[in-house]
């Protein structure tokens, strides 16, 4: 999922492309793609691709190969996903990644958090900062957990993307539990095909975190976030 126009300063745009946790995320410089499944890799132009963990919603090792031939970026995985890549991506453009690792993609910079998602061997959320230092959390298909508190005083975030279904133990309440550990400006619930249910997200929102604002994406459209002031 491309997106041709070029944020402003002090903006991303992103695109939610999947029912998973496939998001495609610009910031003015940069392109970057996260857990592509259900997606053309035709004309997609992307920086870096980053991917947290290995179940097949998130980990398709022959698009990354695809996205990876037709554009040469570099690809940050876990470390079991990375693995699998190992015969795929040249090794000097596949950086595996664990908690506690940071990436840079140009000017924009991703550290690599924890993700609670025990079914996952080894899965990872990523922060990702923008140039003008724009703060992103994509939580992969995280459950909530106590150090979220300490990230999201530590980082601000603008934007935070919050699973609501289909991972086992997650619902619109763990959904909103992780905006209220963050606190973003903009939380999306993602990771679903209910519509009903990214409503009930956003309901629990208005009713005990009005300061957070919900941003329900749909599939395919383009949405701009810009930096808090
Ligand atoms: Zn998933």
Same mark, same amino acid.
């Given at each position: ?42 004309? #997609? ?30 690809? +940050?995985?876990?470390?079991?996903? &990375? ?15 664990? =908690? ?5 993609? /140009? ?26 230092? #724009? ?5 992969? @298909? ?33 959904? +909103?539990? =992780? ?16 519509? &009903? @249910? ?21 599939? /395919? ?9």
């Amino acid at each position: 999922m491309s997106i041709e126009q070029v944020p402003s300063k002090n903006e991303i745009l992103f695109v939610w492309f999947n029912h998973y946790a496939g998001v495609t995320i610009k910031t003015p410089s940069e392109t970057l793609i996260i857990d592509p499944v259900d997606v053309k890799s035709k004309n #997609l132009n992307v920086d870096a691709i980053l991917i947290s963990h290995e179940h097949y919603d998130h980990f398709d090792p022959s698009l990354i190969s695809e996205i990876h031939k037709q554009t040469k970026c570099l690809v +940050a995985a876990d470390q079991t996903s &990375a693995k699998r890549l190992r015969n795929i991506i040249p090794a000097e453009k596949l950086n595996e990644v664990q =908690i506690g690792s940071e990436v840079k993609i /140009g000017d924009v910079s991703v550290k690599v958090e924890k993700c609670n998602h025990p079914p996952a061997a080894t899965p990872v959320s990523f922060i990702i900062t923008s140039e003008d230092g #724009l703060k992103i959390f994509h939580t992969a @298909d995280s459950l909530p957990f106590p150090e979220m508190t300490v990230l999201g005083e530590r980082e601000k975030f603008d934007l935070v993307f919050c699973t609501v279904g289909i991972a086992p133990g997650t619902s619109p309440q763990t959904g +909103a539990d =992780i905006a209220r550990l963050t606190k973003p400006r903009v939380a999306v619930p993602y990771h679903t095909g209910s519509a &009903a @249910d990214q409503k009930k997200f956003a309901e629990i929102l208005k009713r005990e975190l009005p300061k957070v604002n919900c941003l329900i994406p749909e599939v /395919g459209k383009i949405y701009q976030v810009s930096k808090r002031t």
